[in-house]
């Protein structure tokens, strides 16, 4: 169902709030998360070199969180290895990267992904330098599906608005784990 004007405008106006106070983000990413019928939501940036990661999410326990912060992070089958090309375009769903079938034969889907249902995703790059990943993500379990076409319009139409929150917040400050 697409979204109307009035609650495309308060996830305008959560986005923006995020860029001064950080503390709206987790209310942004359950908003995000209820209108793309998202699991899990995460804003997150990640040193591809270290496997450092630092950020927001909404949807998961904290030991979760934390299982995919040390351990998982590193598995990822979405994120590019370090020195190779960072998605094509501002949106990339997940199965652009590896099908199902391949997922389902990784280690992050075997022993994390399907009992965190973060099966399928739609990532939203927001910035890419000196290795380092500053993304939106929104993911979903096995069951639902991948995302329809009205979410990943919404991501993309909101990309300009994250983009900006993104490098306001973290040109004031860095990135906090919450």
Sequence with gaps: ???????????????????????????????????????????????????RIEGIQWGLSQECYEQYINTYAALNPWMPEEGKEVFRGNIVRGEAVLSLA??????????WGKKNNVVY???????FARGKLVYLSINRGE????????AIRLLDTLFPHLQQAARIQCSVQPCRVR
């Design 121 to 127: 995703t739609a990532i939203a790059r927001l910035e």
């Design 102 to 111: 391949e997922m389902r034969r990784t280690r992050f889907y075997q022993e």
């Design 1 to 51: 169902m697409p979204l109307s004007r009035k609650r495309f405008s308060q996830l305008v106006l959560q986005c923006n709030l995020a860029a001064e106070d950080p503390a709206y983000w987790l209310e942004f990413l359950k908003t995000l998360a209820v209108e793309t019928g998202a699991d899990v939501a995460c804003g997150l940036r990640h040193d591809l070199r270290t496997n």
């Design 143 to 150: 069951k639902k599906g991948p995302f329809s076409e009205s």
